[in-house]
């Protein structure tokens, strides 16, 4: 059993998050904080702590090593909504091919069901009541087919949306990607520079040769 007037220290990544948001907002002290979250005091000091020393750390880096940096989260940023876009691609996709399915079989079975019914033998001989009812049904077969085929476009739509979304997200991707990093940039100016330099160094007297 904890002792009266502590709290439990946080278990689980929520409460983590929570002292994240909270340390950036600037709005707490440690003990506001440890209140909010349901933690010690002295646990959240340490986490904050924790996070103000990786800030400092990263703040230490040279500005080429930032640069890096950057653009390997903008390679894996996208390389995440790129994976994103093709599992909606697949979900779209699995309805668009039900609603497809479904809209194309709708007409052979109505065709069926026609033929099967009463009404559609003795067409030339129907009673009001009996022609009215079969309007009604074919009424209610055009209905049903637009539907269909507004809700087959629709998500037709929306599939060839994500597959353009998903390609232009692969051509940033691709042009990132061909972009050479920062550093390896400044290297290479480098070993230029040094090679211009030694080009350029003036050689050295020859001794004079004694007569």
Known sequence: MPKKGLKPEPVSQISKDKLRDLFFK?????S???????CSRQYAANYWHVIATEIQQKDNLSWIERADDTRTQAIEGFNQKIEEAEKRIQDVKKVYDEVSQVHFELKPRMIEKLNKSVLSQKIGQLEPEEFAQLVMFLKSYLKEYAELGFLRESWNKELRNERIYKTELQMQFDDLKLTVPPSIVLDKLME???AQKIMLKPALPEPEKKT
């Not at 506001?32 to 349901?38: C, H, T």
């Open 26 to 30: 600037n709005e707490d002290t440690a």
């Open 32 to 38: 506001s904080a440890a209140e909010k979250v349901g």
């Open 192 to 194: 230029n520079a040094i």
